[in-house]
C-alpha cells in the first residue's frame, strides 16, 4: 500500500513558474514509476510527465516537453514536477500517480495510487 500526498499548487500569472512536489509513504522498499496527471472539468485525466525508479527514464507530454521538468528523490520517495512558462491552458487539478511498472505509462489505468490532487491556476 502506497500513500501519495501532493502539494505546492497555487495560483500564478503566465509567465510564471510553480514547482509540484508529490511524497509516496510506503512501508515496504519500493521501485516504483511515479507520473504527473491532470484533470480539467469535463475532461479526461491526462499524462504530463513520468519518471522511473531509476531516473533514467522520463516521459513529457507534448505540451509539457520544453517546459516542465521532471525529477526525483528516492532517499525520499519524493517526486518533482517543475512548471516553467505557465500558460492559462495549464490550469487544472494536478495529480500525482504510482505504479509497480518499470517504465512510465501514459494510461491512468496503469497506475495504483493516486493523491488527491493540487490545484494549480494560472491566470492570463
Known amino acids: 500500500q502506497v500513500q501519495v500526498v501532493e502539494s505546492g499548487g497555487g495560483l500564478v500569472q503566465a509567465g510564471e513558474s510553480l514547482r509540484l512536489s508529490c511524497a509516496a509513504y510506503t512501508r515496504t522498499t519500493s521501485t516504483h514509476t511515479m507520473s504527473w496527471f491532470r484533470q480539467v472539468p469535463g475532461k479526461e485525466r491526462e499524462f504530463v510527465s513520468g519518471?522511473?525508479?531509476?531516473?533514467?527514464?522520463?516521459s513529457y507530454s507534448d505540451s509539457a516537453k520544453g517546459r516542465f521538468t521532471v525529477s526525483r528523490d528516492n532517499d525520499k520517495n519524493n517526486v518533482y514536477l517543475q512548471m516553467d512558462h505557465l500558460k492559462s491552458e495549464d490550469t487544472a487539478v494536478y495529480y500525482c500517480a504510482v505504479t509497480q511498472f518499470g517504465t512510465v505509462s501514459w494510461q491512468t489505468t496503469d497506475y495504483d495510487w493516486w493523491g488527491q490532487g493540487t490545484q494549480v491556476t494560472v491566470s492570463s
Open positions: 519518471i522511473s525508479w531509476s531516473g533514467i527514464n522520463t
